[in-house]
């Protein structure tokens, strides 16, 4: 028996991702896997997975899934996003249980740019060296998620009857950020590295799963800047 989880809205950088694509470093493949280690983790757990299994990965753009041919049951872990069955409200974090038809939106609320859907069964898709994992820059592991495929997933599972929360993950925090400075330090003068850490600095938005830019004060440079 398999369920079908049909995808009706993937916005930008949803992706499938196990627990990445070890071993290939040498041959210059990185492993992927997902940006949240800990909260991917987390979901899988909850969902009765084992730990690395592949689950999908959410940013800000948001997800809709609507299960077809057989009831499935979802962990999601999503602090700070908006969570909805059908339109109502779901807990940010929960094991959840869609009947065929129902659907599951997932979008950015007023924190946290990475949630993760695990489906209480095996995402049955055809590895790529060893790992579903999506590998953006290169296309190894497929393409991000779109509107209209569909994912088999076999043995589902759908245990819970009633949407149960699940306890806060990932509370959001407004602690400083500790910075270790690199071997180059000295390529920027002590103005400008003193002007980095006072900030202030936000993420771009042409920031993505490879590197994060930040937009805020100009730094000169002291020795030029090909490091």
């Not at 990185?30 to 987390?42: I, K, R, S, V, Y």
Request: hydrophobic share 50%; aromatic share 8%; proline share 6%.
């Amino acid at each position: 028996m398999s369920a079908i989880l049909r995808i009706a809205h993937a916005g930008p950088g949803v992706t499938l991702q196990d627990a990445g694509r070890w071993g290939y470093l040498r041959y210059g493949v990185t492993q992927a896997g997902p940006m949240d280690a800990l909260a991917h983790e987390f979901a899988n757990r909850m969902a009765g997975n084992d730990a690395g299994a592949a689950a999908i990965e959410v940013s800000v753009g948001g997800l809709d899934i609507v299960v077809e041919e057989t009831p499935l049951q979802f962990a999601v872990v999503a602090p700070g996003f908006r969570v909805a069955r059908d339109g109502a409200a779901l807990p940010a974090s929960c094991l959840v249980t869609l009947a065929p038809g129902e659907k599951l939106a997932i979008r950015a609320g007023e924190s946290g740019a990475w949630a993760y859907l695990a489906p209480a069964g095996q995402i049955a898709a055809e590895p790529e060296l060893g790992s579903l994992s999506m590998h953006a820059r290169t296309g190894v592991g497929g393409a991000g998620l779109k509107a209209g495929d569909r994912l088999n997933i076999a043995e589902p599972r759908a245990e819970v009857a009633s949407p149960r929360v699940l306890s806060d993950f990932r509370a959001a925090s407004d602690a400083p950020i500790r910075v270790v400075a690199g071997p180059q330090d000295d390529y920027f003068a002590a103005a400008a590295f003193a002007r980095f850490l006072d900030g202030p600095w936000r993420v771009a938005a042409r920031s993505d799963r490879m590197a994060y830019a930040l937009e805020g004060p100009r730094l000169d440079h002291a020795q030029g800047f090909n490091i």
